[in-house]
């Protein structure tokens, strides 16, 4: 009894920095946002000083603000493009394709992880300079071709952003997908060859039952990270009409360019409750996964 609890006091005093930090790095502002939320606090002016208290107010009128309805379907509609069906299809695909192909395996994620790692700024600016209307390279492309220029950033400003946060962030899914084919023991992929099994019964009966916990982690984590991204802000500005405005561009819109430092705070709350919403809906399906 008494090594349990010597046990217990062990286990509580080295979790204490980890708790720490989340409390000073993540529960600390997450409460200051709501109370800054709560209020109409402006980043100028005579309310930047002293702001009044408006409970739910700001709150309600989010709840009825068309933008932030634009804002919200755009973003799910760019995780879906982007994440789920991109970033999550692309990554297993390529995991597959180059499964016990060890130097296309080498080459491939080298091409994929230099994407990931090159500074958000350059790569925007490679984008700019690749579809740009008049001087872009992929329309310097389709003229040679005898196809007509297309000014991607106004006639498909959506898929723009999509196919660029695609390019942008395959490398974790692939290589998260990679690392989980890795765990499946040869020789189920064995028997399943020697009994003439397809491609598609060897995946759908080996493969797939061995990694889609992994696949499920990968859903969980690079939904989060495209829920909140901010990146395609500097490839169109939320433009053309606000077409590509995320919600994250949004609240930054609202908060820093607007100056409703109180507004935006209370988008920022409701992004932050969505986010949990995601977040629990995929542990469920993780839990019904185990039982």
């Known amino acids: 009894m008494k090594r349990s609890l010597m046990g217990r006091k062990v286990i509580i005093f080295l979790l204490i920095p980890a708790l720490s930090l989340i ?4 529960i600390l502002p997450g409460v200051w946002v709501l109370k800054i939320g709560m209020t109409n606090e402006t980043l100028t002016g005579a ?7 408006v409970g739910f107010e700001n709150y309600a009128k989010v709840l009825s603000d068309r933008f932030f309805y634009n ?36 080459f491939v994620q080298s091409v994929v992880i230099l994407a990931w790692i090159i500074p958000e700024v350059v790569v925007a600016y490679l984008w700019i300079a690749f579809l740009d209307k008049d001087y872009g ?4 492309l389709l003229s040679a071709i005898g196809l007509n220029k297309i000014n991607w950033f106004y006639e498909y400003p959506l898929l723009t952003i999509i196919v660029f946060n695609v390019w942008r962030g395959t490398a974790y899914s692939m290589l998260l997908f990679s690392a989980a084919l890795e765990t499946i023991p040869p020789s189920y992929l064995e028997t399943a060859e020697v009994i003439g099994a397809s491609s598609w019964r060897k995946f759908k009966d080996v493969v797939f039952p061995n990694i889609k916990s992994y696949i499920l982690t990968d859903l969980i984590l690079i939904t989060l990270w495209t ?31 607007y100056f ?4 935006g705070a209370s988008i920022a709350t409701i992004a932050l409750l969505i986010n949990f919403a995601l977040a629990m809906f995929y542990l469920s399906l993780s839990r019904r996964r185990r039982a």
């Open 227 to 257: 829920f909140n991204v901010f990146t395609p802000y500097l490839l169109t500005g939320g433009g053309p009409s606000f077409r590509t405005e995320l919600l994250s561009i949004y609240i930054y819109r609202t908060a820093f360019r």
């Open 23 to 26: 409390f000073v790095f993540l």
């Open 137 to 140: 390279t992929l329309n310097v």
């Open 71 to 106: 804002a919200l379907r755009i973003t799910l509609l760019f995780v879906l493009g982007s994440a789920i069906i991109g970033q999550a299809g692309l990554g297993l695909s390529l995991a597959l394709l180059t499964y016990r192909k060890r130097r296309l395996k080498s």
């Open 260 to 263: 409703k430092l109180g507004y």
């Open 47 to 53: 309310k930047a000083r002293n702001p009044d208290f």
